[in-house]
Each structure stands twice: as C-alpha cells, then as structure tokens.
C-alpha cells in the first residue's frame, strides 16, 4: 500500500519557522517529482513547491527565498524548510509524488497524502 505521511505542523508564530517532512512508504518515488501543497480555510489548493527527480526545484511567488524544498532518496522523505512564516502561509499542507513534470498542477499527482496543518499567529 502506497502511502505518503507529512509531519511537522502545529502553531508557529509570525516571523517563526517549521519544517515539514513526508515519510512515502509502499514503493519508489526516486523517479517521481515531489511537491507540496497548501489549503488555506475555504479556499483551493495551490501550488507551494516541487523538487524533480533530477533535483531541479520550482516555488510559488510566495514561497521564493523564504522556502526549500529537499528530498533524502534513501529514505524516501521530502522536506519542506519554512522560514520568515507570515499568517497568510495558514493552511493544510499536502505532500504529493507526480510522474511527470508538471510541478504546479495539482490533478498531475499521482499520490497524495492525508495534511498536516501549520497555523501561524500575527
């Protein structure tokens, strides 16, 4: 059974930072790209942050110099190091592996996780 878990979230306030990690169990994602993903209250899922399986790296206008995204293949996890957090980055944040390269497009994923949510106070 193919499984993404994300860990990590909780209550931060603004200026604090986190670090989100999503364990894959069930098989290989070395030839998947990972992303993350955020749903902040009552609105859509939008684009965060990818790494390819060949390491090339895209982020959301938002995420830019604030964010990284780093993957351990070994042991099939993927990070999220969030720094400068501000309130706006409130949301549930998802962990996704998606076979092809289009990083920002949720409906390419293939694999998604359950959410972790990340809270930040002003």
């Known amino acids: 059974q193919v499984q993404l878990v994300e860990s990590g979230g909780g209550l931060v306030q603004a200026g604090g930072s986190l670090r989100l990690s999503c364990a894959a169990s069930?098989?290989?994602?070395?030839?998947?790209?990972m992303g993350w993903f955020r749903q902040p209250p009552g609105k859509e899922r939008e684009f965060v942050a990818a790494?390819?399986?060949?390491?090339?790296?895209l982020y959301s206008d938002s995420g830019k110099g604030r964010f990284t995204i780093s993957r351990d293949i070994a042991k099939n996890t993927v990070y999220l190091q969030r720094n400068s957090l501000k309130p706006e980055d409130t949301g549930v944040y998802y962990c996704?592996?998606?076979?092809?390269?289009?990083?920002?497009?949720?409906?390419?994923?293939?694999?998604w996780g359950q959410g972790t949510q990340v809270t930040v106070s002003s």
């Open positions: 996704a592996a998606d076979r092809t390269d289009n990083y920002k497009d949720a409906a390419s994923y293939d694999y």
């Open positions: 790494r390819g399986w060949n390491s090339d790296t």
């Open positions: 069930g098989r290989s994602f070395k030839n998947f790209a």
